[in-house]
């Protein structure tokens, strides 16, 4: 049992943490920073792993999977890691499945196939809800002339107010799951409306276009940025298999102690894990009211990522881009209400090795989980052959990761805040408290939720250190940079 | 550091813990059981104190507070005890506070001073919300014709769509605060439905009528039920301050670990703590989905009571009840919004001593909690002032508690379920995984909330576990006891 002093602990070595790192080193080589991860890995929601191709293998994305042109933060960063992107395909028809009947329509542009009311409906409450969501104030979403309101209906009951059409709805169901992984009944709108403002507009989140949050990936994968940033600044600050269990804080001394028994003393610490692992720890004075209310709020929503691999790129040869919109169609498993998936892109690597990606998300996903392995494949591969037929079955190496198996992790993309609790958002999850600072992607009020996020929530929390560690290192410039506007030249 | 075994581990030495000891001796004395608790103290949210009085001391309720004859199941346990009832007093003058003027009015039946539409609103929104909870299946919520709609919309949306005057909603408001400690917005009314299913109907829940859940109070308080439990089971058999870190099970072992590194083998746990304190705990292998579900949208409330007692019932002698039903009223601290209280009763005690008990619930508790200790007290003066005028400044003594601070329990009265959540209710709360079974008021199907749940629910995970260990001892007659039927001959 070791007891150690630094400048500062930071918690979890995700790209939010290593962010925070790199950051305060940048400004300052001198302080002394210890990372401690609960986990034997760098890379939080991010895992990239070897999946079997044609004549090898080639790497794939099991976590955080896309980034885009208006994501300025990690593309800042992906620029000075080095780390070449590359484009998402999405030439060609893609698939729509929604409606009682389940059937299967195809398109070819950006607007789904929906009958001409039903496409009204959708594009009226696109319109909506980006109107409503230029109108918060990430600092404090309650304060709009709405917030009270907003915050206390679900999302179902506010698309329920404002739709017509139950099929140009349901296709709203599926992108909701598919963006955030929660049903529509567990979300407070103004969450969402707030989710929407931190990406600068609903298709930002929702297409694949340029500058939306589908545009790239990552050649070689996601996991890279974080081991990349790891060996930037030196394994031997990172603390691996190291889970915390409390922190103690009295005037400018912060006492964190992990499971180990090891104890690390420091001037300040930035806790870089999701609210929910938060809550989870013993924190001595405990957190403000505030914090502790918006934390109990906030549950980890459902996102599990399957990977196929292929000898062909089939889909492509038959027109199609590999772009699936569904509610999964019907079951092929009884003890499911729906076929698993909501979302399904072409994700054939920058090598050229052709590959599907597909998601399962929500309550879909709480189904799922509970089938025997074999199970899940079946009905994965079921549900994909309605769109792409009996090729789907010829692939030749299968993965899947469902994040809520991640025990320091709990679930992915983030955390989401259920209804009547957005009054304490802003101030609950990005206000210091004393010697603690909060970073972590549910803290961003940029790209909340996505590697971008984490990388602006991360800087943001470096930034609020550095001001009382090291005030003459921080310029206004860098608080303009930390807070910088959507880039977007197609609006 | 210990290593012991066992046929049962009780993990929670609240009245339901105790109360499956209770059973599961009274049918197999030989069982070796034992109870972990991590307090230094029986009792759970029960909790008794000695407050001054005009001559000495006597003993009020800080914890829960009322029973009633229609709970059949703590009513037989206070007989088995010997612990004798008190009537609440309820005669005279009542006063109502809400409104946008925040005006006070009086009334002395049951009926509150509304305007006639605001009285039919009233009543027609209570027989809307009895006649869906009557429908209601407590094994399995969700299964109600409309039971995905219901648990997709808030209290508050549900209102909203059910009423039609302010006043009249604002005192559903009030009221929902002082029943279960939440805010409108943040509970789905599928899961209040279940709440009020539960307990025979609303009017058990708010009324202080004969037979609802404030008929009685309890002679010396409602911590000496567990007091008396404890030493009837042999204070032997009771572990303090041994709060467990982690459950694992093996076919039929498992082992629990305490943070003091004890280790505890058993055939059987039963986890008499509530579903938020659940959470907090590793268990290996991992509850089963849906319970891992359920608990992430299972907040736990927010309460807090006042006791204030005096030399005089001076209330009684202006006529009045002593009982209030407000919305705090415009707040004499610039830090809240509204004054702290949502109900004030009479409480003075069997014993004649006199004494207001005030209740702090919900978004009002969470602005009172940032308060310094003078100012909060300073609030609850002012507030009692409106109805009682300046003789509330009179007390002898006073006494707040706060049960959001209790590290092991984290709130009061119970975890309630957020929207969306629902069809995890009754599986995920109630049924055993291998070993682990559950007890706690939260898994009650009767008086789900309130002590009565409390020992319901402790009796079924005692017979759930006495069906395994000793079938024999269990009859049909067992069974149905605890399924016992209101009893309420007012109807």
């Given at each position: 049992m070791s007891n150690e002093e630094y400048d500062v602990v930071i918690i979890g070595a995700g790209i939010s943490g290593l962010s925070s790192a790199r950051y305060i080193l940048?400004?300052?080589?001198?302080?002394?920073?210890?990372?401690?991860?609960?986990?034997?890995?760098?890379?939080g929601r991010t895992l990239t792993v070897p999946l079997k191709t044609e004549n090898g293998t080639d790497d794939w994305d099991l976590g955080a999977h896309w980034i885009g042109r208006s994501q300025t933060h990690i593309m800042e960063l992906l620029e000075e890691l080095g780390i070449e992107t590359h484009q998402q395909y999405?030439?060609?028809?893609?698939?729509?499945?929604?409606?009682?009947?389940?059937?299967?329509?195809?398109?070819?542009?950006d607007i789904p196939t929906l009958s001409l009311l039903g496409l009204l409906d959708l594009d009226r409450i696109m319109k909506k809800i980006d109107s409503l969501a230029k109108e918060?104030?990430?600092?404090?979403?309650?304060n709009h002339r709405r917030g009270h309101e907003l915050d206390s209906i679900t999302m179902e009951t506010y698309l329920n107010?404002?739709?017509?059409?139950?099929?140009?709805?349901?296709l709203m169901e599926v992108a909701i799951r598919g963006v955030i992984g929660v049903e529509l009944s567990q979300v407070s709108i103004l969450y969402f409306l707030t989710y929407v403002s931190a990406a600068g507009g609903l298709k930002n989140l929702v297409e694949s276009t340029p500058y939306t949050a589908q545009e790239y990936t990552l050649k070689g994968g996601c996991h890279q940025i974080s081991i990349k940033m790891a060996k930037e600044l030196g394994?031997?600050?990172?603390?691996?298999?190291?889970?915390?269990?409390?922190?103690?804080?009295?005037?400018?001394?912060?006492?964190?102690?992990?499971?180990?028994?090891?104890?690390?003393q420091c001037k300040k610490v930035i806790l870089a894990i999701p609210p929910n692992q938060i809550a989870k720890l013993k924190i001595e004075p405990r957190l403000p009211v505030v914090k502790r209310e918006l934390y109990k709020h906030m549950p980890?929503?459902?996102?599990?990522?399957?990977?196929?691999?292929?000898?062909?790129?089939?889909?492509?040869?038959?027109?199609?881009?590999?772009?699936?919109?569904?509610?999964?169609g019907p079951s092929s498993n009884t003890k499911c209400k729906y076929g698993p998936l909501c979302l399904v892109f072409d994700d054939t690597s920058a090598n050229g090795n052709p590959a599907l990606v597909a998601f399962v998300a929500g309550q879909q996903l709480v189904e799922w989980r509970q089938l025997e392995a074999n199970e899940r494949k079946e009905s994965v591969l079921k549900c994909l052959s309605q769109f792409f037929g009996d090729d789907v079955y010829k692939y030749i190496d299968y993965a899947e990761k469902d994040w809520e198996e991640e025990p320091y992790v709990g679930g992915a993309p983030v955390c989401c805040v259920a209804p009547g609790a957005m009054k304490y958002y802003a101030?609950?999850?990005?206000?210091?408290?004393?010697?603690?600072?909060?970073?972590?992607?549910?803290?961003?009020?940029?790209?909340?939720?996505?590697?971008?996020?984490?990388?602006?929530?991360?800087?943001?929390?470096?930034?609020?250190?550095?001001?009382?560690?090291?005030?003459?290192?921080?310029?206004?410039?860098?608080?303009?940079?930390?807070?910088?506007?959507?880039?977007n030249p197609s609006k």
């Open positions: 940048s400004k300052d080589p001198h302080l002394n920073i210890v990372i401690l991860e609960a986990s034997d890995r760098v890379g999405v030439t060609g028809k893609k698939y729509l499945q929604v409606g009682k009947d389940n059937s299967v329509r195809s398109y070819t542009s918060i104030d990430q600092q404090n979403p309650t107010q404002n739709m017509w059409m139950s099929e140009s709805k349901e394994e031997s600050r990172i603390k691996y298999n190291e889970p915390v269990v409390s922190i103690s804080q009295n005037k400018n001394i912060a006492t964190v102690k992990c499971e180990s028994g090891n104890i690390y980890m929503a459902n996102y599990a990522k399957v990977l196929l691999t292929y000898k062909k790129v089939y889909w492509r040869e038959s027109g199609c881009s590999g772009e699936v919109v569904t509610n999964g101030s609950g999850l990005r206000e210091p408290d004393g010697c603690i600072h909060l970073a972590g992607t549910e803290s961003a009020s940029i790209w909340t939720g996505y590697m971008s996020g984490a990388v602006q929530a991360g800087t943001r929390a470096a930034i609020q250190v550095l001001l009382d560690l090291r005030p003459q290192t921080v310029s206004a410039q860098d608080l303009k940079n930390n807070n910088k506007p959507f880039i």
